[in-house]
């Protein structure tokens, strides 16, 4: 028998019920060698004969694995709160959540301002987008563990709203298309259907009128 120094593992030692021959079905103990293929022979090297062939005792592996997969008291799992609470995670242990929507509503701040800012939530497998508000972006782009940030990508855009509205729809059209295409946001452009006026007023005098309108085709919050 001939192996390559490259090929073997020389001078391992077999313990107690670790190795039997398979043509006796006794147990080995002492020295052997392994080779490259996964296959076991006694002797320290395949210069130290007799090199006969052993197996390993499978009994011996289902005792190893047996203690692996033991049952444990509830008591073993018990979880430190001050570990949780060190790595800023819910101590309740709660599934992650997908986001939340939320209906957008500008302020008369907003309106002043001419513009306010717009958040979103696209399932990162599949082109679904979901308006989120401030406080569900921030969740999902801080990664947080009770929400399921791992299948979310989050995104944010300023939305226009004071001025003459064909302006006012190309500005916020150009926005969403730059935006999509700069973060291969797919479907982000056709979300809006074609509404990228939405919320505009060209009168800053109709701000009442414009928010109110707002709140009642959103259920009145």
Not at 127 to 141: C, G, P, R
Not at 154 to 173: A, C
């Amino acid at each position: 028998m001939y192996y390559p120094k490259s090929q073997i593992i020389e001078n391992k030692t077999a313990n107690p019920g670790e190795f039997i021959d398979p043509r006796t079905g006794k147990e080995y103990t002492g020295a052997y060698f392994e080779t490259s293929a996964g296959e076991f022979y006694t002797g320290k090297n395949p210069q130290d004969y007799p090199n006969k062939q052993i197996i390993p005792n499978s009994n011996d592996s289902l005792t190893r694995n047996t203690q692996d997969t033991e049952i444990r008291p509830e008591s073993y799992y018990v979880v430190d709160d001050v570990y949780y609470y060190a790595k800023n995670r819910d101590t309740n242990l709660k599934s992650p959540r997908p986001p939340k929507f939320s209906q957008p509503h500008p302020t008369e701040k907003d309106y002043q301002i001419g513009e306010f800012q717009r958040y979103f939530c696209k399932k990162t497998n599949e082109n679904k987008i979901i308006e989120v508000n401030q406080q569900e972006y921030q969740l999902f782009a801080s990664k947080s563990p009770n929400v399921q940030w791992e299948f979310y990508q989050p995104l944010s855009i300023n939305w226009n709203l004071v001025g003459k509205k064909e302006v006012i729809s190309s500005v916020n059209e150009n926005i969403v298309f730059l935006l999509e295409k700069r973060n291969s946001y797919f479907g982000f452009f056709n979300y809006f259907k074609g509404n990228f006026s939405q919320y505009q007023i060209e009168d800053i005098k109709k701000i009442d009128e414009v928010i109110q309108v707002s709140r009642e085709e959103s259920g009145g919050y």
